[in-house]
Structure formats: C-alpha cells, structure tokens
C-alpha cells in the first residue's frame, strides 16, 4: 500500500510560493476501505528527494529552478490560448497582455514534477493520453520553435511591455530576435514582473481545451466547424424548400394540419441541433488532483531519469460486482470518473462521453445527449415527412390532371418536389441508420465508446462481459439515459477569473 | 496590496478581488472520496472517516454532513415518474418548460449549497476548517480544507 511515509502538515508561511497546496490524498495512509484502495503496481520506494521534489516544490534556497522558469515561458509563448470570437480584433500588444495576464495568474499554481516532465517531451506514460491531448498549455514544449513565427509580430510590436528584468530567470536581455533559433528559452522575456494592469478576466477565456465561445462565453462548440456549415444546410435548405414550395399546395388540398406539423418538426429538431451543438457536453474542470501519486516504472526504458519513469498510479474502484479502474488524465490532471473520456478533437475530458460529433462540431456527452437524440428522432421524423408528403404532392397532380399525363409534365408542374423526395430519400437513410444504432445503444445502455471497446474485446477475449452499468431491462435503461437530470455545467465559464491568491478567507460564507 | 511571488518580487496586483496570500493559514486539504458501488448515475460519497482529521472534528459530525449530501444527491437524482415527465415536456415544449418550472435537480443542487454553507459556517469555520462544495470539483471528491486555528473567525 501506501509506503510514502506520513510527514507532518507543512505549513506554507515560508517562502513557498504562495497557492502551493499540499494536498494529501485521503487514502494515502491505510484506510481500512472495503470499497476504494490505491493499488500500487510496484511497491514506491521513493528516490531519495522525491518527497522534497513532490512537496518543497520551490523552496527558496531555489527559487527559480529550470524547469518552473520554462514553464513560466512556456505560458508566454502560448499560441494555444482560446481565442473566443470577441478578441479576433485585437492588437496584437493587447494579445501580449492577454498572454501575460493568464500566465501571471496561473504562476503560483501548482508546478509539480509532470509539469517539468512534460517539458522535455510528451511521451505519453499512461494509457488514455493520446498525442492530440498532449499538445496543450501545460506542455507545448514541441510547439515553442512553431509558436514562436506567430508570436515574433506581437513581439516586435510592443517591446516597451517588457521591462528590464531584476530576476535572475533572464541573463540576455534582448527580448526580440526572430533569427535565433539554437536557444528559444532565453529569448522569451518572462512574466511576471510586467508591471501592467490586469484586465478582468472571465474563465471562458483562459479556457484550456480546444473550444470556441460565443456571446461572452454563453455558448460554446469545437473547433472545425466546416461540418456543422454542412449539417445545417442539409437541414434548412430541404425544410425551405418544402416550407416555399410544397406547404402551400398541401394547404389548401390535403388539410392545413400538414403545414403545421412540419413547422413544429422543424423548429424542434433545428433548436436541439443548436442545443446539442453550442452547448457544454459535460466538461470536467481541469487540474482537480494535480499531485497524484507516482510509482517507479521499473520496467520503463527511461527508468534512472527521475522524472520519465514517474507514471501515476490507477485507482481502482468497486462498481456493483465489478472493480474498475480510475485512469489518470495527464492533460487535464484528474482521475477520470467512469464512463468519462478524453476527447481528442476538443482535448477535453468530458462526462459519460458518447462520441465527438463533426457534423455538430461538440462532443456528445452527459449533458446534451438528450437534445442529440431529440434532434435524430426529429430529423428522421422530418425526412420521412418530406418524402411523404412529396410523393402525396406528386401523386395529387398525377390525379389533377386525369388523362393524358407524361413524366414531364409532373416533373415540370411540381420539379422541387421531386427533388426533395430524393434528396430526403438519401439523408433518411443516414439519419435513420443512426437513429437506429443510438436506440439499440440506449437499451443495452451502454455509450458509443463503451460499444466500440467492448466489440474489440469479445473479438479478441469471448466471453468476457463487460457493462457494469446495465441495468437490468431495456426499458430501465431507456429511461436512465433519456431522462436522467442535467447538471449544470461545471465550466463556470462567465465567472470572473480567481487567481490562486484571491481566495475567500474561511470565515465568509460562499 | 502587494504580494510576494517565488522570486521574492513584490508585484502590485490591480484587480478588485481582496488578495489574501493563501500560504498563510492553509495547512492541509483533505479528500473524502467518491463511492461509485451503486453504479453509475447516483452521486455518493464514502462514509470513511479520514485519519488526518483525527482529533479535528467529532466523527459524528463529519459523518452526518457525509451521509446528508449522499441523501440530498440521492433524493435529486433517483429518476421518478415527476423526471420522465419534466423531461417529456421539455423536449414537446422546444426547451421553453425548464424556464417556467425549475427541475427537481436544479433545486437540489440549491438546496445542497445552502447545507455546505450553513455546515460550513456552523461546524467546520469554528473549527478551523472549509468544506468545499462538491459541485465546483464536478462531484469527484469531497475536498475539507484544513487552516491554522489562529486564523480561523
């Protein structure tokens, strides 16, 4: 079990930077817990330093250690700040507060030692990182030498921002040579001693993941958004046209019912394509557990260097009858709950995640995947309508004009009909297919993902069941998954910033 | 106010929040974790009574505001006939019903807060400790802060 000897509460009113948090995780120390242990793959025998290394991060005899001083860098250099729709017309030297304000917060925030393992290089250790979701704020080490052409402008710009640097973090002064290329950390000039006013900053536009938000952070999708263009015309252009041409024929000769239905259909499935896409799937906030216990990877290739054989240890947890595995997400630094995974498109953890919809440009996850089902059902709904009620069109003309009636003349008396029914023919077969893939997901209960991994593995391993969250009839878990409540999002996202330092003291309420 | 950062700089901070450094006074923070046997879909925290907090607070105490969250979570999420019918009406209505009628959860979730801050401000401030709501950490844990005693009210 847990061999880190029990140390006595450090407390902080040394030169420890200040927001250090010395968390210690409460089952650490032999709990006598039927339910949830730590399983240690290796029994830790921590190298000597470690516990200084993992706790005394900063301690002052060095202040500045390479590692915090490149990361610090690193936060500067940032291409990867989240550029929401209101700062796209921003000068560049208000870009360079922007980056200095965000990393000026995040300075005191917890450096550990992954922090510095990721300067080097991100290979992943644990399972569940993937080379996308390595490529963020906190280790964009390969993107210095491409990160910084985009920046050198904002540089050159506004060099009276950096002032002349007391700190020994910077020996050359220089701040600005797009030229130099053998040694890119010396060059940025660091940030936190730019003594300019900070802005008052909302969370969405710190946000780490690959997001874009709209309406000061109300609403927000991913990032390639060329499917969604596509998806929404492929909606609106056959319900227009019907709408236009079709509706008003269907009016007067069938029942004005019709028309009406169709209008219904439409604003339903067009609302939940908005809601399911410009909404927050079911984000967890990052760095929940920035200091997980490690283990010496023994059998690591890289074991002897201290920090590339530290791998975070799995928790395990018991589900039911079954025991699970608690993975550790390097990039967003938690212990991913059950059924939640890493989303490489929106480099997101997100809540019992279904899929990563391109054509809706969001993950599918807790939150919205009632609206995603409404908007298939509505449309498959609306497709089987237009061709219906095409084809009644079509059928009605035929018999208006009893008698001597060609495939012309139908086509020229109702051309957009015809056209919509095949059209609509095509899409039905799409949507309806997955409609029909997302109903047989919803009664075994099961997410996309979950059906995916569990196909590869009775290919490979028969016989091994392995849904723990089952439960039990179709129609349980019909109901689990369509009506189980919303929660709220956890993003906070128009909140104002709070930095490490600006806490609430313990005495006032929240 | 100034604050000091690690290289012993001072830096004015210019923002309106009240900076208070937290190094003074924040000792330890403490984790009551999540208990996942009841599957997935119920929200529960472990009734293990963490040994930091031996000789803190009373075991009955902490116990109590363990198992009362679990209920109100318990209570909020159990899917009843009342939820399949809020969430009918909802998609019939185009989203507009959650406007005109909060959802069970929601007042809940309203509900939990008023008990983490009443909890807070009678048992655990006096004692030198926070508890923080769970919803900031996404329900993964439940995190009690632990401060100096002379610097608790």
């Known amino acids: 079990m847990a061999s880190s000897p029990k140390r006595p509460p450090q407390t902080l009113q040394q030169s420890n930077p200040p927001g250090l948090v010395v968390s210690s995780i409460a089952t650490t120390s032999a709990v006598p817990s039927t339910e949830s242990r730590f399983r240690l793959l290796t029994s830790i025998a921590p190298p000597a330093g470690w516990d200084e290394a993992r706790l005394g991060l900063h301690s002052t005899s060095q202040p500045l250690s390479p590692f915090f001083q490149s990361n610090s860098i690193l936060r500067f250099t940032d291409t990867q700040v989240p550029d929401s729709l209101e700062n796209l017309g921003l000068p560049s030297k208000q870009r360079l507060i922007r980056s200095s304000n965000a990393s000026a917060t995040d300075e005191s925030s917890l450096k550990t030692i992954t922090d510095s393992s990721h300067n080097e290089d991100p290979i992943p250790h644990c399972s569940g990182v993937t080379s996308l979701s390595n490529m963020t704020n906190d280790d964009s080490t390969t993107l210095i030498g491409q990160s910084r052409q985009l920046n050198t402008d904002n540089y050159k710009s506004s060099p009276a921002y950096v002032p002349p640097l007391p700190t020994p973090l910077m020996s050359s002064p220089a701040p600005i040579n797009p030229t130099i290329s053998s040694t890119p950390i010396q060059v940025q000039p660091p940030v936190q001693t730019l003594a300019v006013p900070q802005l008052q900053r909302r969370n969405y536009q710190d946000f780490p993941g690959r997001n874009k938000f709209f309406c000061g952070g109300r609403f927000m999708t991913s990032r390639e958004y060329w499917a969604f263009l596509v998806a929404l015309v492929l909606i609106v252009g056959p319900s227009v046209l019907f709408g236009i041409f079709t509706c008003p024929f269907l009016w007067d000769n069938v029942h004005p019912a019709v028309p009406i239905v169709f209008c219904y259909l439409f604003v339903l499935s067009f609302a939940s394509m908005i809601k399911t896409s410009w909404t927050d799937p079911g984000i967890i906030p990052r760095d929940l557990d920035p200091t997980p216990e490690f283990f010496d990877d023994q059998g690591s290739a890289y074991y002897g260097e201290s920090e590339w054989s530290h791998v975070p240890v799995q928790k395990e947890v018991k589900i039911r009858d079954n025991t699970w595995a608690l993975r550790y997400c390097d990039t967003c630094k938690l212990y991913r709950p059950p059924r939640a995974s890493h989303c490489r498109q929106c480099d997101n953890c997100v809540e019992n995640e279904d899929h990563h919809c391109i054509w809706l440009n969001n993950c599918i996850g807790k939150r919205n995947y009632r609206p995603f089902f409404t908007f298939i059902v509505t449309a498959t709904f609306l497709c089987l309508f237009v061709i219906v009620f095409s084809i009644v069109h079509l059928l009605l003309i035929v018999r208006d004009h009893s008698g001597n009636i060609t495939f012309i003349t139908v086509f020229h008396a109702a051309p957009v009909s015809f056209v919509l029914a095949i059209v609509c023919f095509l899409l039905l077969w799409m949507v309806g297919g997955l409609t029909f893939y997302h109903c047989s997901l919803i009664f075994k209960g099961v997410t996309t993902h979950e059906q995916l991994r569990a196909s590869i593995i009775n290919s490979k391993y028969p016989g091994i069941s392995a849904n723990p969250f089952n439960k039990g009839s179709p129609a349980q878990n019909m109901i689990h998954v369509l009506c189980r409540p919303q929660p709220k999002s956890y993003l906070r996202r128009r909140k104002f910033v709070e930095s490490s330092q600006a806490r609430v003291e313990p005495s006032q309420s929240r | ?153």
């Open chain 2, 1 to 153: 106010m100034t604050v000091r950062t690690p290289g012993n700089q001072q830096r004015r901070s210019m923002t309106p929040h009240i900076l208070v450094p937290i190094s003074q006074g924040l000792v330890m923070c403490v984790r009551v974790e999540r208990d996942y046997s009841k599957g997935d879909g119920i929200t529960k925290f472990q009734t293990v009574f963490p040994p930091e907090l031996e000789g803190r607070i009373q075991h009955d105490k902490l116990l109590h505001t363990v198992e009362t969250l679990n209920a109100i979570l318990l209570q909020a999420e159990t899917l009843t006939f009342r939820h399949v019918f809020d969430n009918i009406m909802e998609c019939l209505t185009i989203y507009t019903w959650p406007l005109l009628f909060p959802s069970k959860y929601q007042k809940a979730l309203d509900h939990l807060r008023q008990f983490v801050e009443t909890q807070n401000k009678e048992v655990y401030n006096p004692l030198g400790m926070e508890i923080t709501s769970p919803v900031r950490v996404a329900f993964l844990y439940l995190e009690i802060k632990i401060f100096e005693r002379n610097e608790a009210s």
